[in-house]
């Protein structure tokens, strides 16, 4: 059984923001959303500075807490270990927001946003990515299981210029991301939530 | 390290999805509950109306409201593994019981002597699911420390109660009701009062000592941002001013100063829960 996952190389990553910018690009979020972002994170005092370029976006979890919460069922795991939301089943109630200890959510408002997109009036590649997303309900990275189902990779792993950013089978053992796993240090965010991230670091 | 926003930086930041509405809603659902669980023990009828009032009109509308796509809020009741689920049920049936008794106790259908007391338990239980529930929705997920602790529906349940018991012993009084065990009520109040000041010492004193995100919320709530309407609403107008009213009320019973008790115990009441939820603190994704 395929389980997708994605490792990133920390010493690799130099926070140059292309994952971000490509994420934005394949699902055309609107204003505010980011399935995907680096975070910084500087640490030392001067002249011993070491600054960390940190790739967030939805883990994936084994044990996905989003989908334990959601009281509709609109959260649901593939197969493959891809956690989706159905958006036709989520009603609002933000419980799969509050409860991803990775923030990794975003809530799309009933606001002006899906109407006047980034400059006032949409453009025409706007009003076409828009038809993807509906108020007043939740959504998040999908690991691009767009592309993944056609033997593609991510949009945000292909993009990255340094190759931080590895996508695979972390049920198989030959595969690109087991083998970095079984040679390199790694960890996974926050492994005391109980959650068994898809997404590892490597340090 | 101080409190995010959206900044591309690693660090805390703060609960900002459930807010003012899942307060209303927690503390409205939380009363009514409580109000109808202590009128239930006094044979308080007017009570059981009031309270199945409060649960299915107001929480039930500032859940209604709070939700982005309301018109689906059936859909809620499919997944029983999550406590959102759980709740809608207690409700539901909570409901239907209690409505069920409160017409029969009201007169308006008869049911025989077995059954109405069978749906009083069942009732009076389903109340106190109520209660508990919201707290459970809170702790269940370890995303926010602060929540994270079975304290949180031990909270849940001792604050309903007290609220329960101000409202019917406000109500009692008001409404001219000749409430057998006023006298009782009266020293529940105060028990209560006292319990859940140790309660919310015991919270604090735990989660200051469990995570470093839980301490930060704690500071939140005692030192920093929400110290004042903490300190000062929660425990010295929602507890300590109270129980000095109530004591008060206890050697001289005067009506202003059972309305200064109801309204200085809600206070806290609604405080403590809008606070908890505006102090809960994610945890830095990364701590290496």
Known sequence: MVRYGMVIDLKRCIGCQSCTIACKEEHGTPKGILYTKTLMKEEGKFPNIRRLFVPVLCNHCEEPLCKKVCPTGATEQ????????????????????????????????????????????????????????????????????????????????DICPTDARKFGDLEDPSSEISVLLSEREHIQLLPEAGTKPSVYYLL | MHILGEEFVVGYRQQTEWMWLIATAFFLGEIGAGVFFISYLFGFIQGLVVSLFIVLIGKTTAHLLYLGRPERFWRMFTNFQSWITRGLYAIVLFAILGGTYTLDVLGYITLSEGVLYAIGILAAILSFVVMIYDGFVMSYSPSIPLWNTTLLPVLCVTYSLLGGATLTLFMANQMGSSLSGMILLERIEISLLILNLIIICAYALTMKYSTMTARKSIDFLVKERYSIPFLGGVVVVGLIITMILAIYYTTTPLYLILVALAITELIGDYLIRILLLKSGIYAPVLSI
């Open chain 1, 78 to 157: 593939r197969g493959d270990g891809i956690v989706t939301i159905d958006d036709n089943k989520c009603v609002g109630c933000r419980a799969c927001y509050v409860g991803c200890p990775y923030k990794s959510r975003y809530y799309l408002p009933k606001d002006e946003r899906l109407k006047k997109g980034y400059f006032g009036v949409l453009t025409p590649f706007e009003e076409i990515k828009y038809r993807d997303f509906k108020e007043g309900t939740v959504v998040k990275c999908t690991f691009c299981y767009h592309r993944v189902d056609q033997g593609l990779n991510p949009a945000c792993v």
